[in-house]
């Protein structure tokens, strides 16, 4: 196949457009679209040890995955363009705001290349108010977790092994997830 070279330089700048316009405007969120997390949660067995890989703040204050040892942790790898992770954000904020007592921490990393701002403003968009922003811009953690694509989410116990994986967008904002969250960071 023989591309134009007026068509060939022209389409970089088209993708770039596309994924502009994709993130910049707000879109709604459609829950009807999730799964329910009973569908697509897969046990790791044997649990294993996660990836000490690293996330940064919008201060641009780095952390490992180690600092939350002791706690649970439901580790959310996504972008704010990738229409799956937009449908199941305001779900994972549910779940965050129920296991916030219970002392699970829901981290969601985003890999947005825009960094802090582009999540904040994803945030304020969709009414998103109760999860920090978090980044993991290259995909770092993603890759160490051998995520095949977005939204990939672990579930780390409160003895810092990967209990659980989904990868694919699911409802958390059911009691039943909720209630199976707290069983399996609790193994």
């Known amino acids: 196949m023989m591309i134009h070279r007026r068509t060939a330089l022209a389409l970089p700048w088209a993708i770039a457009a596309g994924t502009l316009a994709a993130t910049a405007l707000p879109r709604k969120p459609r829950a009807e679209t999730l799964s ?41 790898m996504w972008a704010t363009w990738c229409a799956p992770c937009v449908a199941e954000m305001p779900s994972l904020e549910a779940l965050s705001k129920a296991l916030a007592p219970n002392d699970i921490a829901v981290l969601p990393l985003s890999s947005d290349r825009g960094g802090a701002d582009v999540v904040r403003a994803w945030y304020q968009a969709h009414g998103i108010t109760a999860l920090p922003v978090l980044l993991d811009p290259k995909g770092a953690l993603a890759t160490a977790f051998n995520a095949r694509g977005i939204p990939t989410t672990v579930v780390i116990s409160t003895a810092g092994l990967v209990v659980a994986r989904l990868e694919g967008a699911a409802d958390w904002s059911t009691p039943e997830a909720q209630a199976l969250i707290r069983k399996l960071v609790a193994a």
């Open 36 to 76: 329910p997390l009973s569908e697509g949660l897969d046990p790791v067995s044997p649990p294993q040890t996660p990836p000490d890989g690293v996330f940064v703040t919008p201060d641009g204050t780095t952390h490992h995955l180690g600092e939350f040892k002791g706690r649970g942790m439901v580790v959310n």
